[in-house]
């Protein structure tokens, strides 16, 4: 074989093996990877990684939109069946804490039973009052007296325990908040996922769900962008906390090739206040994260 052939045989032969290392490095330290480099990213996340500092590469991650201390859901008393009587809210309506917001299908049941035992506890005291006067005049026994305080101690008892019923069938808000969504209405069975959702919307969050290998770059108060092409622009935030346990990942994207056993761990990014009201409409929107590393 002339010696011209032979040469480019080997160099064919180096290139050939140089790619193969190349692919299966690149394999074996996919997770480390930021998520732009798994699949495509939108404008606004290449912008967010593109502004930032020279030398230094963010942490990317998908995440998701939710109030602060994530949505309540809010089921009444814990009894077998329950129905809704009357609902006081409706979707978007902000609520302060202890506010009613349904009444079961007894309450008003309920009610009557209250107003019932305070008319007799009425009665009872004002019956003790005039036979503590017969009794320190000595015209009644004290038995009878006695008998008297204990009705009258009974009463009260009563009305303690038809207030508590009463109680029971008024769902009030844990919180003050507002209400996302609505699941039982007027004469429908309380399910599952109970009455309403409520959150606190003044303050919302980005949780992004970093890659374990990643997470060692992050840092409580490092700046982060969120992105989505649902939101009408780029929101702002600060980490605020960092998860305590390592899990799997939740928010899946749209690559079928992508890693979806992959360990990550929570991070709750804080949106500037100016950011929040363009946040609170879309709790559990999905976005993308890209978080200042440790230094950055």
């Known amino acids: ?10 160099v064919s032969a180096i290139a050939l093996l140089l790619v193969t290392a190349m692919a299966a490095w690149a394999f074996a330290h996919r997770e480390s990877l930021p998520i732009a480099a798994l699949r495509p990213a939108p404008p ?15 942490v990317a991650a998908l995440g998701r939109l939710q109030p602060k ?20 809210v409706d979707k978007g309506d902000s609520v302060a804490k202890g506010q009613l917001l349904a009444l079961l299908d007894e309450a008003e049941v309920r009610e009557a039973a209250v107003a019932r035992a305070e008319a007799h506890l009425a009665n009872t005291r004002a019956e003790l009052a005039r036979n503590a006067e017969l009794r320190a005049g000595q015209v009644i026994s004290a038995a009878l007296h006695d008998r008297l305080r204990f009705e009258n101690d009974a009463a009260a008892a009563e009305l303690r325990l038809a207030r508590a019923e009463l109680a029971r069938n008024q769902v009030s808000s844990p919180i003050d908040g507002q209400v996302i969504d609505v699941h039982a209405r007027d004469g429908e069975r309380v399910g599952p996922d109970g009455i309403v959702e409520i959150g606190q919307t003044h303050a919302m969050y980005a949780v992004a769900e970093v890659y374990e290998t990643d997470i060692g770059r992050v840092r409580l108060g490092a700046r982060a962008r969120v992105a989505s092409s649902a939101l009408p622009r780029m929101l702002n935030g600060t980490v605020d ?26 991070v709750e990014v804080r949106l500037d206040d100016g950011d929040a009201a363009v946040a609170a409409p879309l709790t559990h929107l999905q976005v993308e994260v890209t978080i200042q590393p440790a230094g950055g």
């Open 69 to 88: 201390d994530g949505v309540r859901r809010i089921a009444g008393p814990a009894q077998p069946v329950a129905v809704v009587g009357k609902l006081l």
């Open 1 to 10: 074989m002339p010696r011209a052939e032979q040469g480019i045989g080997r």
């Open 44 to 58: 606004a996340a290449l912008a967010a990684v593109s502004a930032a500092p020279p030398g230094a590469q963010v």
């Open 241 to 266: 906390r960092i998860g305590m346990r390592v899990g799997k990942l939740d928010a899946l994207g749209t690559d079928p090739a992508a890693k979806t056993d992959a360990r990550v761990v929570e």
